[in-house]
């Protein structure tokens, strides 16, 4: 069994990697339907993901959505993600003024006044669209980011991956690893990203209507360090082109009762999410099993319609 995973684990760095080299002779826009197909293959290969990704859909929006819109959006949100790795590979392959041209930068107003502050910032949205690029333009303005990452289960894959985001202006950092070097950049007025939309058994506050599974590590340490939060989605607008908008702004307050402070940020982490997700619900990664940990029961669409 181990053989068969260092076996599978190497085809899958060999893909990768000629990928990368494939995709420098393609023109960006050709790369990405290379990408929105791989996402289909996906699904076709996973029937389970696409079973989750329908069953979430199904507790997110219940009766308000048609069946039909729910499959729309099951499929396109494979597509979606399909283009990930293919747009982190273009982009770091073109020059600056392409990076200015491609990438509009509505949050920057916010991000600098936080700054200020002087008390670093924690930038946070969910898998919604392309969340990295955006670190590349901000390099350019002379701004560094830091981003929790997880790491794949092969180490050469994370090698590479993680040479990628530095190319495109991303100091990664593992979600692993100690506290430490983020409570560091922070000190030092630095960005921090996270992504905080997965399943979690932390804390369980509303998400979509639920009482959900959350992660508390973003609340924890805003509060710890009096950082404050911007929440933000990279969204693709045509394709090859992002606006990386503001959700507003939290400032971490203190009330002593840490447990209570807790669940008040991390309730309203949940509802910028949620506010992010319902403007283009197509780009979120609907196939991860998000409500894995809230046991929830829900009536599933009938099997024709999807």
């Not at 006044?113 to 670190?135: D, P, Q, S, Y």
């Not at 394709?239 to 807790?262: N, V, W």
Request: with cysteine; charged share 25%; net charge positive.
């Amino acid at each position: 069994m181990e053989r068969r995973k260092a076996i599978l684990r190497a085809i899958g760095r060999g893909f990768l990697r000629g990928m990368m080299f494939a995709l420098r002779l393609i023109p960006y826009n050709s790369s990405l339907a290379i990408g929105r197909a791989l996402g289909n293959l996906m699904r076709f290969t996973s029937k389970k993901r696409y079973r989750i990704a329908l069953r979430n859909l199904d507790i997110a929006y219940g009766d308000t959505m048609s069946q039909e819109e729910k499959v729309r959006i099951a499929k396109e949100s494979f597509r979606q993600f399909g283009m990930f790795p293919v747009e982190s590979i273009k982009f770091s392959q073109i020059p600056p003024e392409e990076v200015e041209e491609r990438i509009e930068m509505q949050l920057y107003d916010d991000l600098t006044r936080l700054l200020k502050m002087n008390k670093g910032c924690l930038m946070l949205t969910g898998h919604l669209g392309n969340f990295e690029l955006g670190a590349k333009w901000l390099k350019l303005h002379h701004h560094d980011l830091y981003a929790l990452m997880r790491e794949a289960r092969d180490k050469g894959t994370t090698e590479i991956m993680n040479d990628l985001r530095k190319k495109n202006g991303i100091t990664p950092i593992s979600i692993r690893g100690s506290i430490k070097s983020i409570l560091q950049a922070l000190k030092r007025n630095q960005i921090i990203a996270i992504i905080c939309d997965q399943n979690a058994s932390d804390v369980y506050v509303p998400f979509f209507g639920h009482m959900t599974g959350t992660a508390d590590g973003p609340a924890r340490i805003s509060l710890k360090m009096s950082a404050p939060i911007l929440f933000f989605a990279g969204y693709r607008t045509k394709p090859g082109y992002y606006r990386y908008q503001s959700f507003g702004t939290l400032l971490p307050e203190s009330t002593g009762d840490e447990k209570a402070d807790i669940i008040r940020i991390t309730t309203e982490i949940n509802a910028k999410l949620e506010e992010m997700i319902r403007e283009h619900p197509e780009q979120w990664l609907w196939f991860h099993n998000r409500w894995k940990s809230s046991n929830i029961e829900v009536t599933p669409m009938n099997e024709a319609a999807r």
